[in-house]
């Protein structure tokens, strides 16, 4: 089993910045790639970033150049720094993670993002 828990999340204005963190534990050995996803209200939970085993990033096209998501070597934790941000990003943020030897997810619980003046 893996845990993953968000945090970094809260309220900031447009144009500001966050730093959103991901605490993996428990068996993080079986974690290939991971990401971060929203869910804004009324629409479907999307990849914002992902971050592969050797280090390959791909962001959604209306994050890129503002967004930058890394991890570290040990995969216990992974990080999204917003910056530029827009009332459009406002969202439940979630830290996902692949099982390398299935095809379970593991996800957090979720951070609330919220850009607003």
């Known amino acids: 089993q893996v845990q993953l828990v968000e945090s970094g999340g809260g309220l900031v204005q447009p144009g500001g910045s966050l730093r959103l963190s991901c605490a993996a534990s428990g068996s993080i050995f079986r974690i290939n790639a991971m990401g971060w996803y929203r869910q804004a209200p009324g629409k479907q939970r999307e990849l914002v970033a992902a971050v592969t085993d050797s280090g390959s990033t791909n962001y959604a096209d209306s994050v890129k150049g503002r967004f930058t998501i890394s991890r570290d070597n040990t995969k216990k934790a992974m990080y999204l720094q917003m910056n530029s941000l827009k009332p459009e990003d406002t969202a439940v943020y979630y830290c996902?993670?692949?099982?390398?030897?299935?095809?379970?997810?593991?996800w957090g619980q979720g951070t609330q993002v919220t850009v607003s003046s």
């Open positions: 996902n993670a692949g099982d390398r030897f299935g095809n379970r997810q593991y």
